[in-house]
């Protein structure tokens, strides 16, 4: 039942400059209330039209940072809820709050961005329940009595960062007593309730904290700390000196010529400021409404020599528990994972984002939908992407196509010249709003999701077909294609060697099928007969457009092979084997090199593995000269960059507008290194059957992963000794396991431990 409210929406007003001068400060709010009894229990229900950090008695409520988080507010504006019991006394009691832009109303997008996306004016919103212990209650909350003042935090911006003056702290405003005679009383804001509803996904929280690993001097003269981990938060900081001093603190992933390289930011000038009070027994500050990707930082105007310990890097992201673990014996491989785990924790801060430090960190769909099969393996995503999908689903219903945006919470972006204004339909990204539900499937065995997210599928798939029309071959119009194909320009990343019309038709083909086998799962006999056949015609169009013959296609690219297998678009055993050999040919002939971007690349060793390629599999993986993942590890990358050669081999940034050095979607490999390299995968839905399937090869001799499945931890791992393969594994209670070596025959076993013994077949003449 929705709760009712009754508690307004306050708001300082428009609250800072004008949109077009830059982020806007922050207010601080606050209110008295007597608590007339003892009290037995008090529920805090609370959000913003911002973001927000409440105090009740000068305490801090909760441990989350960035609250309440990034959803497509209009239709779901997501709220919190606390058991502040133990922060209420008897008498007078206060709480005071930080109001600051975020998401809601600072900048948002790329090519200069947009303000004041969802309205003008920020908001808090926060209702206290006390029961008392003689059985009565009382309700309080903001409205009418609030005021509000100017604070410390001159300006906020997600993109821009922060700049704090700590001679305006107004110390103790959140406890009674505090004068607050001189600051203004709040507006009421109207409000519908209505899109409010309850946190239904783990936080932002302080993760971690890192000490820079060495502190240097730039050839222009700068202080730089290097982290020596690109990741995703800001910086605390331990200062004394005197008043009015401002320390500067700038943030970057790479270095260019020993200085931070800013470039690839864009109009994220990523900065804080921080003027000192003055102190003599010191100051401590963090940030409270910004973030940074980062592994370097340049500190400017710090009063005399800047120890180490003064500054710590503190690690921000949704605080998912973490599922899942892989070594091997291979030290750069362990780096690789290594740094798809760092790309995954920095991109999801609340929405599971493309990028998290220049001026976008957009929830772009088709990253998660490349990188969800990843993402559940090493965390779990499960409520995090349900709340995600919510989104899409209700900011698909906007358009009377039944197109999902590309990217999701929805906003407008001042798009390059290349795409389409408006909601383009896009192949392989709004796919998202398929494929992602099924990962999810497969992963937790949740069918609510299915049952949540059918209309939203079902509505895309429609889309298409209504797109392709009778020819069921979906051509026209831009797509993204197999965006960031490594022989694309700098300038032209959508320029892949594999037509746009072959990678749409086969991902209809692919969501199709999706769609029909979950109407399978939920009962839904007509619409799973309409879908498998819509995904066999679809297939059919395919194979009469690009398909030769013989498992030969019309476009000889590593991609357009790996979609045909992986989606199952050729009819039989020989058609596969003949596109299996012919991958083969293509990696082989480009020198073991990726030849694939961002759809093309999760797909193509699980390609060349299923048609016995899997030595071929392992050369790609394990190469080392660009493109290649560890090409990457070798740059010194401690997370998975957005394009291939985001670092040249001169040492130098590529000159590409578009040039992460975080972006997980080319980390999907991960996925295959856990189900093949260490063979541990799901057999059924929800891992209620194991998969045991390892393939050593690449030089390894050993390898090993281990998975908190929903019946508790699963774990498979083996090693070379001499000419034997020995394997063993961990089967949770309630799970069955099938276990597939090389050269022996399917066995199944039970719950508990288990070790096998099987001599390694001979390698193929």
């Known amino acids: 039942m929705p709760h009712h409210w009754t508690a307004r929406v306050i708001s300082p007003g428009p609250c800072g400059p004008p949109p077009a001068e830059g982020p806007r400060s922050a207010a601080l709010l606050r209110h008295e209330f007597t608590v007339r009894a003892a009290v037995r229990s008090a529920r805090l229900l609370v959000t913003a039209l911002g973001v927000y950090e409440l105090e009740l008695n000068g305490t801090v409520v909760g441990d989350q940072v960035l609250a309440p988080g990034w959803t497509s507010y209009r239709h779901r504006h997501r709220y919190q809820s606390f058991d502040v019991t133990a922060l209420l006394r008897e008498g007078r009691n206060a709480w005071g709050a930080h109001l600051a832009d975020g998401w809601y109303r600072g900048l948002l997008g790329f090519n200069g961005g947009t303000r004041d996306i969802y309205g003008r004016h920020t ?36 993109y821009e960062g922060e700049e704090y003056d700590a001679r305006r702290e107004r110390t103790a405003f959140g406890e009674a007593g505090f004068d607050d005679s001189a600051w203004q009383p709040v507006e009421i804001l109207e409000f519908d309730t209505g899109a409010l509803f309850p946190a239904d996904s783990p936080p932002v929280r302080r993760i971690e904290h890192r000490a820079p690993v060495a502190v240097t001097t730039s050839p222009t003269g700068r202080t730089i700390l290097d982290f020596g981990q690109n990741l995703v938060g800001r910086l605390r900081i331990r200062v004394r000196g005197e008043a009015g001093r401002t320390v500067t603190l700038r943030h970057a992933e790479v270095l260019e010529d020993g200085d931070l390289c800013t470039r690839p930011l864009r109009h994220a000038t990523a900065t804080d400021r921080y003027v000192l009070r003055g102190d003599p027994a010191g100051e401590e500050w963090e940030p409270r409404f910004t973030f940074h990707g980062f592994r370097y930082a340049d500190v400017e105007g710090w009063p005399g020599p800047l120890d180490p310990a003064d500054v710590t890097a503190v690690v921000l992201h949704s605080d998912l528990p973490r599922t899942g673990w892989f070594s091997c014996s291979d030290a750069s491989l362990n780096r690789l994972h290594q740094n798809v785990v760092w790309g995954m924790r920095g991109n999801i801060v609340d929405v599971p984002t493309d990028c998290p430090q220049r001026d976008e960190r957009l929830g772009w769909t088709g990253d998660v939908q490349v990188f969800a099969p990843t993402a559940a393996f090493l965390y779990d995503v499960r409520d ?36 389409p204004p408006g909601n383009p339909p896009m192949a392989g ?10 990962v999810l499937y497969e992963r937790y065995g949740d069918t609510e999701v299915l049952h949540a997210q059918y209309p939203s599928m079902r509505a895309w798939v429609d889309a298409v077909e209504r797109l392709a029309g009778p020819a069921r071959v979906w051509e026209g119009g831009f797509q993204f294609g197999d965006w960031l194909d490594p022989s694309a320009p700098a300038d032209d990343p959508g320029r892949a060697t594999t037509s746009s019309a072959l990678v749409a038709t086969a991902y209809f083909a692919h969501s199709a099928r999706l769609l029909a086998r979950t109407a399978d799962v939920l009962g839904r ?32 690219t590593q991609t357009a092979y790996a979609l045909a297998l992986c989606f199952r678009l050729l009819r039989d055993d020989a058609e596969r084997a003949g596109a299996g ?30 048609t016995g390629h899997v030595d071929t599999a392992y050369r790609l993986l394990t190469q080392r000269s660009c493109p290649s993942w560890l090409y990457q590890v070798d740059m010194g990358a401690t997370t998975v960059w957005e394009r291939w050669d985001s670092l040249l081999p001169d040492g130098r940034v590529n000159p590409g507008e578009m040039t992460s050095f975080n972006h997980y979607a080319l980390g999907a490999i991960a996925d295959w290194m856990h189900r093949t390299v ?71 076993v039970g719950p508990g431990r288990h070790s096998f013994i099987t001599p390694i077949p001979a390698a193929p003449r």
């Open 525 to 556: 006999g007509d619409d799973a007969a309409r879908y498998h056949a819509l995904a066999d015609a679809v297939r059919d169009a395919f194979l009469a457009r690009f398909h030769t013959g013989g498992g030969r296609l019309t476009e000889e």
């Open 429 to 438: 990204w709004c796919d998202a709003a398929v494929i992602v539900p099924w």
């Open 384 to 419: 995090f992407l349900r709340s995600w999908l919510r989104d899409l689903a209700a900011d698909q219903s906007d358009d009377e196509r039944g197109v999902p945006p590309v990217f999701s919470p929805d906003i407008p972006v001042i798009t390059p010249v290349s795409l």
């Open 123 to 158: 908001g808090l919103l926060a209702e206290l329940r006390i029961e008392y212990a003689d059985g009565s209650a009382d309700t309080v909350g903001t409205g009418h009595g609030w005021r509000w003042s100017p604070g410390p935090v001159l300006a906020a911006g997600l």
């Open 678 to 748: 260490a063979g541990l995968a799901p057999a059924e839905p929800g891992y209620r059957r194991l998969s045991v399937w390892p393939r050593p090869g690449g030089g390894l001799t050993w390898a090993r992963a281990e998975h908190d499945t929903p019946y508790g931890r699963a774990e498979a791992g083996w090693r070379i000794e001499g000419k034997s393969l020995f394997v063993d594994l961990l089967v949770p209670p309630g799970v069955t396991a099938r276990v597939d070596l090389p050269g022996a025959e399917s066995r199944a």
């Open 581 to 610: 050999r012919r991958l083969a040919d293509l990696v082989a002939a480009g020198g073991h090199r990726i030849g694939t971007g961002f759809l093309g690349t999760p797909l193509v060793c699980d390609a060349l593995t299923d």
